[in-house]
C-alpha cells in the first residue's frame, strides 16, 4: 500500500483527519504529509494537523479537529462530551478536552479549546462516532465538578438511563451526587 493510501486509510477512520503522530505510527515520514498539503492532497488545519479534502465532513467535525488538534493524546469531554452523546442540549462556548497532565498541545488554536489536565484511566474513555470521549459516568462527574447546572445534569442522567448508557445502580448514584451537590450550593446561599 502506498503513502497516500495509507494515510487515507487512517484518515477516514478519524473523520478525516490525520497528524505527524499518526504518520510516524505508519512509518511514514511526517514530511510527506506536508508535501502531500502542498500538491493540494491534504489541507492544514493545524501544526501537524491535516485534514484529506475528499472525505465529506460529519456532524461532529469540529471535535474530531480537537482531539487531532492533541496528536490524538486528548478525549472530548466535560459539556463538550454530553453534546457528543446527544444527552444534554448545553451549548459549550469552547470543546472541552482532557489531555493527560503530562500533554502540552501546541499553542495554536488552543483558543477554540478548553483544556483539562488529568491522567483518565483506560476505563474512563470509550469512543462515540469514532471520536475518543469520557464515559457518559465520568462525563457527568466533570461536569458536576465543574459547575454545570445540576437540572441539566439531572436531565442527562434520565436519557443516558433511557439511551442505556448508563445502568440503573450507576444512574442513581450520579443522581444522588447531583443532589448532594445542589443541596451544599443552597445551604452556602443561605
Known sequence: MNVRDRVLERAAE?????TTRDARDLDIDPTQLRLMAARGRLERV???????????????????????WTLGRG????????????????????????????NHPRTAGGEL?????????????TERDDIAVTTVARTIRDCLANGTDPYQLRLA?????TQGLLRRTEADDL??????????RSKRRA
Open 157 to 161: 442522567v434520565d436519557e443516558a438511563e
Open 14 to 18: 478519524q473523520h478525516g483527519y490525520i
Open 113 to 125: 479549546y478548553r483544556l483539562h489536565r488529568r491522567d483518565l484511566d483506560p476505563t474512563e474513555i
Open 75 to 102: 478525549v472530548i469531554s466535560h459539556e463538550s462530551a454530553l453534546v457528543l452523546y446527544g444527552l444534554s442540549d448545553v451549548s459549550p462556548s469552547r470543546v472541552h478536552l482532557t489531555v493527560p497532565r503530562d
Open 175 to 184: 443522581r444522588t451526587q447531583i443532589d448532594a451537590r445542589g443541596l451544599a
Open 46 to 68: 493545524g501544526r501537524g494537523v491535516y485534514r484529506v479534502p475528499m472525505l465529506p465532513r460529519t456532524e461532529h467535525d469540529e471535535l474530531a479537529e480537537a482531539v487531532a
